[in-house]
């Protein structure tokens, strides 16, 4: 059972404090509350649920950017077991986990190619003037990068696609489209297990996300990735999730495939608005 | 000639100065003006390596580069909890720290005295202008230096992964980068460039006092780099061509030297002014500001 499982978070509590301007009492937002869910390995998992039904926030406990209450979330890979809670955030890259953040966050003044190259991780070609004393080392590991970064233009996009015509310009003219499919493909660069897309294909046009459900399955079904998919598109989440939960009052609600969830009288009412 | 080789060696120095400056402040999102002090550091330990314990002046150099890079990023750390301007308030009280030290502590540093006779070593055994030339060998040495040391993280990884940091720290984060520690290895950098500019000075003006790394210093010299342009190699060059270049410019117009000064400060501020609306990036920079 445990060796079909990347992630499990396990009865994560989490509350934020609203602090009005009128009263003196603080109120606390329950915005997560012991919830329970599963990651399965080589899936596509989608979380869907309301705005403001915490999923963000569940995404930024398992980053690491925000810290839970109580509960835990434990990484397995490779056979080892992980307490992502032991862990600062710089430190789940190699652990193997990466992050689509809900908005765009590409690098507006770096170039196309240097926004696929930051995503790779060089490890100790990185250090400053690395060069000077691993010559041979870091020339190596710098053509890797480059030459990871130029097969995912070539390979994915195409030679015809801008990206590639375009690779040396700055990415902050990329249209939101355009950027966040270069930010999922900057995902491809490093050597990730599990990630945690936030909505990638919110004010997207229907070529692209056709563009980004293609990406998807190349992850999970030639690189082995495992996917959690914040999505609100329901279109993409039949089309691509293989199981799906559906977040209410900060708990999983309901899971199981998307077309039994989203057949569900009581997501139809509270989210789909059927 | 002598005045020309006089500019030209003024010229090498600030170009140091703001290679150091911009290598943080462009790079990063760490505005600093400390910058000054760590000149001041660098030249009091470089002397005191000199005079006080005998050491070559080849040989001061390195340690007063770990020396000042060491405080760099002790200083750099304390961006963890304050941020953005709260951090150029930490610098200026560093600046005024190490300004109060050397000129209070006359026991170590002399005080207001100020320490004479230093000099930088002779390159050349006997031309005519053997000082000078010395002293444009020596700047052009250590031009050379800083250039290449900016260079080479300009164009590496390292370099990348700094523009991301000033961009976007949470992306950074994620992506597997800790920013205060490339912060950290950067501000080492940058003011152990900033501490051997120092030395540089102390050998060829022969004379330094506390005054000389006073806070207005460092906002000049933050001044200068914005007015250039910061984070890549031509923006420094083009800020320390324009500062050596104005008062020979005011002084061409026939301007009294009694004068010449403030104007300048004048010159300065609209120049700023001007530069931050309608080009942002200074005359040559990278960074936008
Ligand atoms: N830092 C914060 N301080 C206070 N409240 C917060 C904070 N972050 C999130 N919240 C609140 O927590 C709740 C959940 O937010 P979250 O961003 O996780 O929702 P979401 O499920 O991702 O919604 P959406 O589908 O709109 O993206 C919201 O009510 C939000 O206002
Ligand atoms: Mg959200």
């Not at chain 1, 770096?110 to 995503?119: E, F, R």
């Not at chain 1, 990329?174 to 936030?198: I, P």
């Not at chain 1, 977040?247 to 039994?260: S, Y």
């Not at chain 2, 060998?137 to 250590?142: H, L, N």
Request: hydrophobic residues 45%.
């Amino acid at each position: 059972m445990v060796s079909d499982i990347i992630l499990e978070i396990d009865s994560v509590s989490k509350s934020f404090i609203i602090t009005h301007n009128s009263s003196i009492t603080d109120n606390h937002l329950l915005v997560l509350d012991s919830l329970d869910l599963i990651v399965e390995c080589g899936k596509i998992t989608a979380l869907i649920g309301s705005n403001g039904a915490g999923k963000t926030t569940l995404f930024n406990i398992v980053s690491r950017l925000i810290d839970a209450e109580k509960g835990s979330i434990t990484l397995y890979s490779e056979s080892q077991e992980y307490n992502l809670f032991k862990y600062k955030p710089h430190q789940l890259a190699s652990l193997g986990i990466g992050r689509l953040f809900q908005s765009s966050h590409i690098f507006e003044q770096m170039s196309i190619i240097d926004n696929l190259l930051i995503g790779y991780q060089y490890g100790s070609a990185e250090f400053p003037y690395a060069n000077l004393y691993i010559p041979g080392k870091s020339r190596e590991i710098d053509g890797r990068a480059k030459a990871k970064a130029l097969e995912i233009l070539k390979t994915i996009f195409g030679t015809d696609h801008y990206f590639w015509k375009q690779r040396n310009q700055v990415a902050g003219r990329l249209s939101y489209g355009q950027k966040r499919l270069l930010e999922t493909a900057r995902l491809m660069m490093g050597n990730y297990k599990l990630m945690l897309l936030d909505e990638p294909t919110a004010g997207i046009s229907p070529p692209f996300r056709i563009e980004i459900g293609r990406l998807l399955e190349k992850m999970v079904h030639e690189m082995g990735v495992s996917v959690l998919l914040i999505e609100h598109n329901m279109h993409f989440v039949r089309e691509h999730a293989d199981i799906c939960h559906f977040m209410h009052n900060g708990r999983d609600h309901v899971f199981g495939t998307p077309a039994d969830v989203l057949g569900n009288e009581e997501v139809r009412r509270m989210y789909l608005g059927a | 000639m002598n005045y020309l080789l006089h500019l030209s060696i003024l010229f090498t120095l600030y170009a140091c100065i703001l290679l150091s400056t911009s290598l943080m402040a462009g790079l990063t999102n760490l505005i600093t003006l400390a910058q000054a002090a760590f000149i001041g550091m660098g030249a009091y330990i470089g002397v005191w390596l000199m005079k006080g314990l005998g050491l070559p002046f080849i040989l001061a150099i390195p340690i007063v580069l770990i020396l000042t890079g060491i405080t760099g990023l002790l200083l750099s750390l304390a961006s963890v909890r304050l941020k953005g301007d709260y951090y150029i308030l930490a610098t200026i009280g560093f600046q005024s720290l190490v300004f109060s030290f050397l000129y209070n502590c006359d026991s170590i540093t002399k005080g207001p005295m100020g320490i004479v006779g230093i000099s930088l070593p002779s390159v050349f055994q006997s031309a005519s202008h053997s000082y000078l030339y010395s002293g444009l060998v020596i700047g052009i040495a250590f031009v050379v230096f800083s250039v290449l040391s900016t260079l080479l993280v300009l164009r590496s990884p390292f370099g990348r992964v700094l523009k991301g940091i000033r961009e976007n720290e949470t992306t950074m984060l994620t992506l597997g980068r800790n920013p205060v520690t490339n912060k950290a290895i950067i501000c080492f950098i940058s003011s152990g460039l900033a501490g051997i500019a120092g030395i540089f000075y102390a050998g060829y003006i022969g004379y330094i006092d506390p005054t000389n790394f006073k806070l207005d210093f460092s906002v000049f010299i933050l001044t200068a780099a914005i007015i250039g342009g910061m984070g890549n190699l031509t923006g420094p060059l083009a800020g320390s061509l324009f500062i050596v270049a104005v008062p020979e410019a005011l002084r061409l117009l026939g301007l009294q030297v009694s004068h010449a000064a403030n104007i300048q400060q004048i010159i300065y501020g609209l120049i700023l002014i001007a530069l931050m609306r309608f080009r942002p990036r200074g005359i040559a920079g990278e960074k936008s500001f």
